[in-house]
């Protein structure tokens, strides 16, 4: 058994469960993006359950992280980029409200893996990208429970992760991953048939592939549910984001690929389903808003009341739920592949997927390469040598492979433009 799974002190636990009595502590990583802005509100909200003691982020944003940090009266802020370091204190010093202390700042490109080890109660990584994995290893070798929204670090180093991990420490954020671990308490993991990961579908659901040539990053980036920054809107338009939830499933509930499914549900109300073996589905259901299974994550396993709104039962509602065109949408069968070869597969799709996204939105490939050359890289790397490597000794055998994996794409770019 998985690390995760049934270790979330909820999953397959049926009795009570009562109210912390203490406030929760929390560091907040990728505070600026939308998940981290999210966090902060339900804070906010709920600022008898909880309280932010330190904030990182890029260092691009810095009115709203010292407006964060002011807030919140954080005792620590982290900034990835040193050359915010200076203007960063400036503005802090000027703002500070007089007599409080002021908070400590780190900065540089380890600035977040540090603010990550600090004492708290939960670390919400809210990162973008593969750049969240040491984060994520960090706070879990401090002993901290790790809220995870950064799907990617998991899939990245889904090995070093778990082994790394301790029972209780790792809990999910994605609506999805929430999804199934409320669902989950409704039995025992003998009794799971199938876990069911639900999709919107993005903006082109519905699009056959040819429809899909000329798509601009403007179209990309028209979600019709979510409002979410733009590698992940563009993963959902893929979806690619739907493959990396799959191998995040995987991971976190200690299940074989062939027993989880991917459906289409365009109305984005019900998260994600089990199916158990005596032919019983339990579905989360809820409208789709992100501070639900934050707060869950942040208080877990206690719900925190008024988290968001609740669905209208008594307004007149449809439902649908449909097979992914896979023809058209190819990512999550590509997805499948990379998680069933283990090892860096997994990681190796996602970084070349994430060069694609980029090269996307700068012009320089087509919507329908993102995936296409992704899964030319994929299977490249289990061609040749790499692909009997095995589970990656540490960081540095990942990010070799994510190195690798951006230095193909690139190259087939470029033979592109060249042709």
Request: with cysteine; glycine share 10%; net charge negative.
């Amino acid at each position: 058994m998985a690390a995760t799974y049934g270790a979330h002190s909820g999953i397959g636990h049926n009795g009570p469960v009562t109210r912390p009595a203490e406030t929760r502590s929390v560091i907040v990583l990728g505070s600026t993006g939308s998940i981290g802005t999210q966090t902060l509100d339900v804070v906010r909200r709920a600022s008898d359950r909880f309280r932010v003691v330190g904030i990182a982020a890029g260092g691009h944003q810095l009115d709203l992280i010292v407006q964060q940090a002011i807030e919140h009266s954080v005792s620590h802020v982290a900034v990835s980029d040193p050359g915010a370091e200076a203007e960063l204190r400036d503005r802090l010093a000027a703002r500070w409200p007089g007599g409080d202390a002021l908070p400590s700042v780190l900065a540089g490109r380890t600035a977040t893996e540090e603010l990550a080890t600090l004492e708290c109660d939960v670390v919400l990584n809210g990162v973008a990208g593969a750049q969240g994995l040491r984060a994520t290893l960090a706070a879990l070798g401090a002993g901290r429970t790790v809220a995870l929204a950064n799907k990617e670090s998991l899939v990245a180093g889904g090995p070093l992760v778990l082994d790394a991990a301790r029972p209780g420490q790792l809990v999910p954020v994605d609506s999805e991953h929430s999804a199934l671990a409320q669902a989950l308490r409704g039995g025992t993991k003998d009794e799971v048939r199938r876990l069911v990961l639900t999709a919107s579908g993005g903006p082109f659901r519905g699009r056959s592939r040819s429809e899909l040539e000329h798509v601009s990053p403007h179209d990309a980036l028209a979600h019709p549910t979510w409002q979410m920054g733009k590698l992940i809107t563009t993963n959902s338009a893929t979806l690619v984001n739907k493959g990396l939830e799959l191998i995040e499933a995987a991971l976190l509930f200690d299940v074989a690929y062939p027993a989880i499914d991917v459906v289409v549900h365009p109305q984005s109300r019900v998260h994600s389903m089990v199916e158990f073996h005596d032919g019983s589905t339990l579905a989360q259901a809820s409208p789709p808003d992100m501070r639900l299974p934050i707060a869950l994550a942040l208080g877990w396993p206690h719900r925190v009341p008024g988290a968001a709104p609740g669905l209208d039962w008594s307004a007149a509602q449809n439902w649908s739920f449909e097979p992914v065109d896979e023809a058209a949408f190819p990512a999550i069968g590509v997805a499948r592949t990379a998680g069933v070869a283990g090892g860096c597969a997994p990681a190796v799709f996602n970084a070349a997927n994430e060069e694609l996204v980029a090269a996307f939105h700068q012009g320089r490939s087509s919507f329908l390469d993102i995936v296409d050359i992704t899964e030319r890289v994929l299977q490249l790397w289990l061609s040749s040598e790499h692909g009997a490597a095995g589970n990656p000794r540490d960081v540095a055998d990942v990010e070799q492979a994510e190195q690798w994996a951006r230095a193909q794409v690139r190259r087939a770019l470029a033979g592109f433009a060249g042709s």
